[in-house]
């Protein structure tokens, strides 16, 4: 790799996480599985991340409501996750034999994602364009320009990350960081607040 490296930050992206008392990583090794079964393990990654975290709150309703706090937390974290590690898996670049990871930490008013991959130039720059367009556009218009390529066959949806800041009010930060400008290997870390 070389010494030196080239990074770019788009949105809500943290130089440096605050300090939690309570957090989790998984680390998944680039070459353990096939592509397939790797994108079937998400979700039961994304499910486990969803009970840990949820065991954390009351399972009593919320005041001014008749949720369940401890089951809303549970679906909107597997939700998150999973679409965090799909983009990660979609996205990374295999050769470069690098590992996908994923960290939450739990504060006191919110959770924040961490999820980091490896890819090629050519995918991060692609990443790229859509993250300018989704910051530079309304995300409700953006969101129905992109069901409708979906429902038309044409391009990536990207829904999930739409779907993150739609319903969930989630908040996004990119970090590219060019590690390796001979192999064109880019680090992809995202973070995503949520509040609780």
């Known amino acids: 790799m070389n010494l030196f490296s080239q990074v770019q930050i788009f949105g809500e992206f943290l130089p440096e996480i605050p ?4 957090y989790l990583t998984l680390n998944f090794s680039p070459a353990s599985a096939a592509r397939k079964r790797r994108w079937e393990h998400n979700g039961i990654s994304a499910d486990f991340l969803g009970d840990y975290f949820a065991a954390f709150f009351p399972g009593d309703a919320a005041s ?88 038309l066959g044409n ?17 996004l930060g990119w970090k590219f960081d060019y590690v390796d400008q001979q192999l064109e290997i880019v680090q992809i870390s995202v973070l995503a607040h949520l509040n609780l």
């Not at 300090?19 to 309570?22: V, Y």
């Not at 391009?155 to 908040?171: E, F, H, P």
């Open 19 to 22: 300090t939690s008392n309570e």
């Open 64 to 151: 001014e409501s008749n949720i369940n706090r401890k089951d809303t937390v549970k679906a909107v974290v597997s939700y998150i996750a999973n679409e965090l590690l799909e983009n990660a898996v979609k996205f990374s670049e295999r050769s470069a034999n690098l590992p996908i990871s994923i960290t939450l930490y739990l504060y006191e008013h919110e959770i924040i994602f961490c999820v980091s991959n490896y890819a090629s130039k050519i995918m991060a720059d692609k990443y790229q364009q859509f993250i300018q367009e989704l910051l530079n556009s309304d995300p409700d218009e953006l969101y129905t320009r992109q069901l409708e390529k979906t429902a």
């Open 155 to 171: 391009g990536q949806s990207n829904m999930g990350l739409l779907t993150m800041i739609n319903d969930y009010d989630a908040r």
